[in-house]
């Protein structure tokens, strides 16, 4: 594995323009693995809804029962859209190459996602049902501002 990394430092040293595609490649995969551990703490809180069903269903409540399954349902809907948003970072040949500053804005806006995403894990069990859908929205509007961001820049 080392003897590649040095051949493609190597390749990139002589070929103009590598070392950008290998850092714009760098950024894209930690903007995916970051999506990914966002999804996957979503998947959690999930999990959670899902267990607290499982404990309603057997307490015969219904309508409790009912209303965390919407959340979950929503959480569910919310982890795909995360997993599969749009990369903060634009491909080498676009016509429109996202800059610095706007990359560290999207840096930005990821990491109130994460820090809003850990808030619902952390609290999800002391949460009324329709408040912990208030946070799930809030979680998708951060989404939604972030992806109507990249939008400006594709």
Known sequence: MEREKIIFDKIGALIPGYRGYAEREGRRQCDKLLREEIAS?????????????????????????????????????????????????????????????ELEQIYKKDLDILEKANSLKQNINNRGSEEALLEIKEIEELLTARNQFIKEFK
């Open 41 to 101: 703490i979503i998947a959690q809180c999930e999990k959670i809804i899902t267990d607290q069903i499982d404990a309603e269903v057997k307490n015969r409540d219904t309508t409790k029962a009912g209303m965390l399954e919407n959340n979950r349902k929503y959480l569910n809907t919310l982890a795909s859209k995360i997993k599969f948003a749009p990369y903060g970072a634009s491909s080498f040949f676009s016509n429109s190459q996202i800059k610095e500053a």
